[in-house]
RNA sequence: GGCCCUAUCGUCUAGUGGUUAGGACAGCAGCUUUUCAAGCUGUUAACUCGGGUUCGAUUCCCGAUAGGGUCACCA
């Protein structure tokens, strides 16, 4: 027997972490038994389902590369719900009943109950070993709000035996639903397909995740920069570990090591720390060029933002230094938002009183600064190398902070940033030697 | 509250009837460095509690406790 499974995210809300996890594990389990996977868009809630929701969940699967084999909605499949419905009132497995709306009190609807027998239901979790519920405390609940308008779980049945879907695998919250599922496949005869329960991830502080305990929308994780590599390969690590160990993995990879009983049985918390550190881990992996393609688009808003001049050749140099100080696109966003990097676009307002070290004093610091900008008027290319080999034996010589420092500041004009070498290097050397000038006239009288 | 599920460092976890209980993230320290970041090295930190079973339990069983789930005319 071949292996088929589903994804069955409502379309009621954004794609979120719980819907992309859903979609891994079933996705893992599926390739790695070289099985079938049919997308269904659970919309039996007419009110709340929306295709605007459905795109957004298809198009974040995608993203994160995920795939399926087939693609149906449960309200085009409402024919076999009637007809399942009208054999199950025909047989007396279940009943028309007229009710006051809980909806709108004051009102009468008719509903579809089963008829429950009232008995003790056990069925064999993958993941759990074998769960038993005594049904008889469910009573006739409720499968559909009339003939043609199906309610979830007898949807869910139906649409299920129709695929032959052969493995149900769904989070946890849905364990205490398996009974009343298995109660209408009995009534209606059908196979029973294997069940695994995997847990639910949680926020920070162990409760379920929402928006108030951190970000739950994929969209949002892509809006921020995060890989789709990474994070489906941290989604997949929330209760799963290899039997390698191995933490950064491709998704074929994860096929391959992939084994549903393997999934733990206690929720793990969501560590946005640790989605991060994969992120770094995957973006030190990419080319130089397509790091800048990744990055430079955000780097150019983001200077334009803050009303400086963008420099494609600034930029282009910046690359490798942004590289090694990020670990997420929204990093950088954050870092140029505060001015950090003003000053590879424009020359920064230095203060005399920062100009030479701590230790030094204005006339060092004018001697150093003035050496420097000899040395340096005299190079021809400027990368951080030639600038680092020009001016090293001599700060060597003088005291690398008294040196440094002072130059370093002059070009910057931040307390804290990447080396003199590399900025000169990234800011050319008409720049350089204007900032030093500016610097040398700022501490000409101290 | 009833029912169901779960329980190893702060977090993700490995693991076993006898281990110095291992790794990763975060943290801390040192090295490197003019500063910051990065990098390198080192390091702190855990078997929820109480009963059993056993020569011996973190591991097996029971209970307590805690956390989660679920009790719809949502999915």
Request: aromatic share 10%; net charge negative.
């Amino acid at each position: 027997m071949s292996v088929k499974v589903r994804f069955p995210p409502s379309p009621t809300g954004w794609c979120h972490v719980g819907t992309a996890r859903m979609a891994v594990l079933n996705y893992l389990f599926a390739r790695k038994h070289g099985g079938t996977i049919v997308f269904r868009s659970e919309d039996t809630d007419k009110e709340r389902s929306s295709r605007e929701y459905e795109a957004d969940i298809i198009e974040q699967l995608r993203w994160l590369g995920l795939s399926w084999d087939s693609f149906q909605r449960t309200s085009e499949l409402v024919a076999h719900h009637t007809h399942a419905l009208t054999t199950l009132i025909e047989t007396d497995k279940a009943y028309l009943s007229c009710e006051e709306s809980k909806r709108e009190p004051g009102t009468f609807v008719e509903v579809v109950r089963l008829r429950n027998p009232g008995k003790a239901v056990t069925f064999t979790d993958l993941i759990r070993g074998d769960i038993t519920f005594d049904t008889a405390e469910l009573g006739d609940f409720a499968i559909a709000r009339a003939i043609d308008d199906p309610l979830y779980h007898l949807a869910v049945v139906v649409d299920d035996a129709a695929e032959g879907i052969t493995h149900v695998i769904r989070g946890e919250d849905h364990i205490s639903n398996t009974p009343r599922q298995i109660l209408i496949q009995e009534a209606l005869g059908y196979e029973r397909p294997q069940y695994a329960h995997y847990p639910l991830h949680l926020g920070a502080d162990k409760s379920k995740l929402s928006k108030r305990t951190g970000d739950v929308a994929v969209r949002s994780y892509r809006e921020k920069g995060f890989l789709p590599d990474a994070l489906i390969n941290y989604i997949a690590h929330l209760g799963w570990t290899p039997p390698s160990g191995k933490e950064l993995m491709s998704l074929d990879e994860m096929v391959e090591e992939f084994e549903l009983t393997e999934l733990h049985k206690s929720g793990a918390v969501f560590d946005l720390e640790k989605l991060r550190w994969y992120n770094r881990e995957y973006l030190l992996r990419e080319t130089e060029a397509s790091f800048a393609a990744y990055v430079l688009p955000l780097l150019k808003s983001a200077i334009e933002l803050r009303g400086l001049p963008w420099d494609d050749a600034v930029g282009g140099k910046l690359v490798p230094t942004l590289r090694e100080r990020m670990s997420v696109a929204s990093d950088l966003a954050e870092m140029i938002g505060a001015g950090e990097y003003d000053f590879f676009f424009a020359d920064p307002a230095p203060d005399a009183a920062h100009i030479p070290e701590k230790k030094s004093n204005p006339a060092d610091a004018r001697t150093h600064l003035a050496y420097a900008r000899t040395a340096l008027e005299g190079l021809t290319t400027f990368t951080p190398e030639t600038v680092k080999d020009t001016l090293w034996t001599y700060a060597a010589e003088h005291g690398r902070g008294a040196v440094l420092w002072p130059l370093r500041y002059a070009l910057t004009g931040q307390q804290r940033s990447p080396d003199p070498f590399v900025v000169a290097s990234i800011i050319g050397k008409t720049a350089t030697l204007r900032r030093i000038d500016h610097a040398l006239s700022l501490i000409a009288r101290l």
